[in-house]
């Protein structure tokens, strides 16, 4: 574009200003200090009040004149923005000053116009600008706005989107005007590769955050930046595997004249890949070569891998931290060895001296009383400095949901002696207020009304009405209270639970809940109200560490009533009110890594329960065992994980269990490709179900990320059977596949979609090919 002389004067005195220091034209004569001011003249304003001006500087009517506070408050004026220059004359009158302030003001937009534009309106363009009409011209800005047009219409897909700036008319005019030549909306139908010889495509995907296009789930945009970066990512991820010569770059190709749909080629040349001739330590005095050498999963001859490096030397790190070096570090440098296509790698280790605990602090527990934090920590002052043990504090304080944040930091500067400062963000989410609805497949539709408090504190009674309403009450113990209310159009639900994690202050959870439930059964309608109530003590070491023993106690009353006429026998004998207890002692040996949303280790839960150990109408034994096992597949680029899970389910029950405790199968989270409770014994001329006595089920399933981290997708396997007694007459068996979802505004809970078909079933089975459960809570 032609300047005129007009633009380069004006942008050139836009530069003047912008100059170093900002210095006035005119500096403040220093010969007049100490006088008192009697006046403040201000000069050269139009478009800017006066009173800005006089709130920004210090220099006062009344008081005494000082030519550095003056040449400060020009300084301060000129880093406004508003002005272009700025000039202060000093006149004497009987003894006293009147100060002029001689002002240029900066020209403001006078108006921001977008021309061209037709897939976003005007007003969405404009919105995020930094600036504003009657906003002083700054040309960074109106530059910077420039890019962010592009910036979005890139983000749409429009990838040769061109957006102008009319530099005359903003120099002439201060107009910013931006015009737009959008060209097509680009989008990416095809990802493919080329040169990859070792890693087969479906291997590469998962390094491309770019996606073809899929209607409704993904609008397959084409970011030139965002392929970019996958090229890179696919290249440092060939190195990193030993490829150490390796290039990535990619070429796009249009599948059609409107160059609208979009092949994006990965163009690899892999290279030789390096092994490993030679690894060698040194720095290591508390370890002989032998033994880091062990810890490592890497060895001479294999190819070089960084990703197995890193957790070698996270290995050693750890090895040395359990035993109180605190600041070891494990480095490595890699060298080409003489032999081609090898490489020497040298471990180099920063041991420090070893380190026990000294005093424990904690902070940031504002609200949390300080015996909750500690409690988790589980090492204290004197012990070995042991940095695995610091980690699995910092894990324990975040999963019991009080905590957002958890460090523990080392502090100090006693020769063997480091101080662990304990820092946490608490919860702000510890005191919920949730209305909601909800509708699954098995129960229909459902209300939620649900108040709860995850810091409840029994005993911290309010001292008055205002302390009470203001939450400044029943908090800061780390117990959980919760009252809950799901009325629905089959199953009716209240309850309210108690938990307190520490029962006096020892490793015992004592759990309480009263509750009435109430549903339609179909051949009968069921409703209990009962009281629950557990202890569950863990153990921390020795053989049982990572054991946890429970001991249930439960007492219901059950109504079982509006019973269809020529029910089973078995139904009619539970018709009428009774009374039934229970005790159920459990052992429990849990190492995942997560209690939401486990990926490795498993949960293993033995139990027997006793019905009329404590009295009521029933006797009988029931047995059952469970057991999951978690196994990371693959971690991809963006921390998210794809976790194979196996389970089995496996119950007996000895004596005559009324048909409202037997076992039954089929729904959501039990059976999928069958209906709730649409697997179980039948009887009667209905067919009426009536649970059985023995219960198998297996399965497992793959999770998998599908987009960002809000949509995953699962394929799944689901098998067993429920039987009238101790034995196996049908098997069946059900292959699906299914999405969940998950909103953060809707909560942390997924909703689940699954599509199933059994492949195996009895001809009395009620099917049900596709399960669901929607949870939206209104606030």
Do not use: C
């Amino acid at each position: 574009m032609r300047w005129n002389s007009a633009a380069w004067a004006f942008w050139a005195g836009i530069l003047a200003t912008r100059a170093a220091g900002q210095v006035p034209t005119t500096a403040p004569a220093a010969a007049f200090d100490g006088r008192v001011v009697r006046e403040i003249r201000i000069q050269g304003l139009e478009l800017i009040d006066e009173g800005f001006v006089r709130n920004r500087i210090r220099t006062a009517a009344g008081q005494p004149y000082s030519a550095q506070q003056m040449s400060a408050d020009i300084g301060t004026l000129l880093r406004t923005g508003s002005f272009l220059d700025a000039r202060a004359t000093v006149d004497p009158v009987d003894g006293e000053v009147i100060v002029t302030l001689v002002l240029r003001e900066k020209p403001v937009v006078r108006s921001i116009e977008v021309r061209g534009a037709t897939r976003f309106a005007v007003k969405d363009l404009t919105k995020d600008l930094d600036f504003g009409v009657g906003d002083p011209v700054d040309r960074f800005q109106v530059l910077q706005g420039r890019e962010q047009i592009e910036r979005k219409y890139k983000e749409a897909g429009y990838a040769y989107v061109e957006v102008a700036l009319d530099e005359e008319s903003l120099a002439r005019e201060q107009r910013v005007i931006y015009t737009v030549t959008e060209g097509p909306r680009v989008r990416i139908r095809q990802i493919a590769f080329e040169g990859n010889v070792s890693y087969k495509p479906a291997e590469l995907l998962r390094l491309v955050s770019s996606k073809p296009y899929i209607w409704i789930f993904r609008t397959g945009e084409y970011d030139t930046d965002k392929v970019q970066r996958d090229a890179e990512n696919i290249q440092t991820f060939y190195r990193e595997h030993g490829f150490l010569e390796a290039e990535v770059s990619y070429r796009p190709e249009f599948l059609d004249a409107a160059r609208e749909r979009l092949r994006i080629v990965f163009v690899i040349s892999e290279g030789v890949r390096y092994r490993i001739r030679e690894i060698r330590v040194e720095g290591n005095s508390v370890y002989t070569d032998e033994q880091i050498l062990g810890l490592m999963r890497l060895r001479p001859g294999e190819f070089f891998d960084a990703f197995r490096l890193k957790d070698d030397l996270r290995t050693i790190e750890t090895e040395y931290g359990k035993n109180g070096y605190i600041y070891a570090a494990a480095d490595s440098q890699r060298v080409f060895a003489e032999e081609p296509e090898q490489i020497v790698l040298n471990v180099t280790i920063r041991e420090g001296g070893p380190f026990r605990v000294g005093r424990i602090e904690v902070n940031g527990n504002q609200t949390t009383q300080e015996k909750v934090v500690r409690r988790e920590l589980r090492f204290y002052p004197g012990e070995v400095y042991d940095v695995t043990k610091l980690r699995k504090a910092e894990d324990r304080l975040k999963e019991t949901q009080l905590f957002t944040e958890a460090a523990i930091t080392p502090v100090g500067n006693a020769p063997d002696v480091r101080d662990a400062v304990v820092e946490v963000t608490e919860n702000p989410r510890t005191n919920n207020f949730m209305l909601g609805a909800g509708v699954s497949s098995d129960a229909g539709l459902m209300g939620n009304i649900m108040i709860e408090n995850t810091n409840f504190d029994l005993f911290d009674w309010p001292r008055s009405f205002g302390e009470f309403f203001r939450g400044r009450a029943f908090r800061g113990a780390g117990q959980t209270a919760r009252i809950q209310l799901e009325p629905g159009t089959e199953v009716t639900r209240f309850r309210i639970d108690f938990r307190e994690p520490y029962l006096a202050d020892q490793p015992i959870g004592l759990n309480t809940s009263l509750y009435y439930f109430e549903r339609d059964r179909g051949p009968y309608d069921e409703e209990r109200f009962g009281l629950k109530w557990s202890f569950d003590h863990r153990f921390e070491e020795g053989r049982l560490k990572n054991w946890t023993g429970v001991v249930s106690f439960r007492t219901e009353w059950i109504d079982i009533d509006d019973v269809r006429f020529l029910s089973a026998r078995d139904i009619r004998d539970a018709e009428g009110s009774s009374f039934l207890t229970t005790i159920e002692p459990a052992m429990i040996h849990d190492t995942t890594d997560s209690v939401f949303n486990p990926s490795r280790g498993h949960r293993l839960r033995l139990a027997w329960e006793q019905a009329g150990a404590m009295g009521g109408d029933y006797t009988f034994s029931t047995l059952t065992a469970s057991y999951v096992q978690h196994w990371t597949l693959v971690t991809d680029a963006y921390d998210r994980k794809t976790v194979l899970s196996a389970r089995g389910n496996m119950g007996y029950i000895l004596g005559d269990a009324p048909v409202f405790e037997r076992f039954y199968a089929g729904g959501i989270g039990s059976f999928r490709g069958f209906d709730y409770r649409g697997i179980t014994p039948r009887d009667g001329l209905r067919d009426d179900p009536i649970g059985g006595e023995f219960e198998l089920l297996t399965g497992a399933e793959v999770s998998f990320p599908l987009y960002e981290k809000v949509l995953r997708g699962v394929l799944f396997l689901d098998m067993g059977t429920v039987e009238e007694d101790f034995s196996i007459s049908t098997w069946r068996a059900s292959v699906g596949a299914g999405i969940r979802l998950t909103l953060p505004f809707f909560g942390t809970i997924p909703m689940e979609f699954d599509l199933a078909y059994p492949v195996s079933k009895s001809g009395d089975d009620d099917v049900r090919y596709f399960s669901f459960y929607i949870g939206l809570p209104f606030f």
